[in-house]
């Protein structure tokens, strides 16, 4: 079976679908980032008793929250998505792959046939499964390794990648997240002198080291802050190693460059899961 015949046999409810966490209607702003870190998720459901009303992620932090220090202590309900898109626990994988494909999801609650919240479906949900399909695949060298054929021959130039855009360490971080509003992005890559990368900055790091502690953005460079330990791939490598670099380090996005450290692009799980859709369609 290609990778697409895979999807279409696995049920939603035999995915990971653990990263997220529950917070209580009324809950504070900065209760539920803590909750958020403590747990190392990127989304909280927002719960009145066990009634799911609202979702709360990194990137309703990075658009409401991080620049607004009044509105910390107020409910979280006044920033949460409210009734958000939800997926049975029965769907097929490559239902959920095309509804989050469709309408740019990252985080869709799954629920069960009562109605009832029980898990949160990712891109790291996904990525996860794919890339166990192609790792069981290389384990067991197959003589027609159509999984892993199909993303292993296929090199990082074969997907549409984003423009990278870069700062210096010296941007400020209100510079830096109005580039990421504005740009609609959630990663810049930090370059020195020489236009080579040495670190990136991404809706985590506003999540977990600047939303409800730093309310002095203008005051404060992101060479600070950023992500120094970055996974950087070439065009050249397949599909399938940025696939397990991202499962692994649960990142949805890799910069590409160039033999001397010059960003030339970035790959997110997004193009990746496009790409499955696209190229193995029955």
Not at 74 to 80: E, G, K, L, Q
Not at 94 to 113: I, Y
Not at 196 to 207: L, P
Not at 252 to 271: E, M, N, Y
């Amino acid at each position: 079976m290609n990778i697409a015949e895979h999807f279409t046999i696995q049920q939603v409810e035999r995915l990971d679908l653990f990263h997220y966490c529950r917070v209580a209607s009324g809950c504070t702003v900065e209760a539920t980032l803590k909750k958020l870190n403590d747990s190392d998720s990127n989304c909280a459901f927002v719960m009145q008793q066990t009634r799911l009303v609202g979702i709360f992620t990194d990137r309703d932090v990075l658009r409401k929250v991080v620049d607004t220090p009044q509105r910390w202590a107020d409910p979280i309900d006044s920033v949460m998505t409210r009734t958000p898109r939800t997926v049975s626990s029965k769907a097929t994988a490559m239902d959920a792959l095309q509804l989050m494909n469709g309408h740019r999801f990252r985080n869709v609650p799954v629920m069960d046939e009562r109605d009832t919240a029980v898990g949160n479906l990712t891109h790291f949900s996904l990525m996860r499964f794919a890339n166990t399909l192609v790792r069981n695949e290389m384990a067991r060298e197959e003589s027609e390794p159509s999984v892993q054929h199909s993303l292993s021959l296929v090199n990082l130039s074969g997907l549409m990648s984003a423009e990278p855009i870069t700062v210096t360490a010296e941007a400020t971080l209100r510079e830096c997240i109005e580039t990421m509003r504005k740009r609609d992005i959630g990663l810049l890559m930090i370059v020195d002198d020489d236009g080579r990368i040495v670190g990136v900055f991404s809706e985590r790091d506003v999540m977990t080291k600047i939303a409800c502690k730093i309310d002095k953005l203008e005051s404060e460079r992101v060479g600070s802050f950023m992500s120094p330990d970055v996974i950087k791939l070439w065009t050249r490598d397949s599909i399938a190693a940025a696939l397990h670099h991202m499962a692994q380090s649960r990142i949805r996005r890799l910069p590409l460059v160039t033999a001397t450290g010059q960003p030339t692009g970035v790959i997110s799980f997004r193009d990746i899961a496009a790409y499955i859709e696209t190229s193995f369609a029955m």
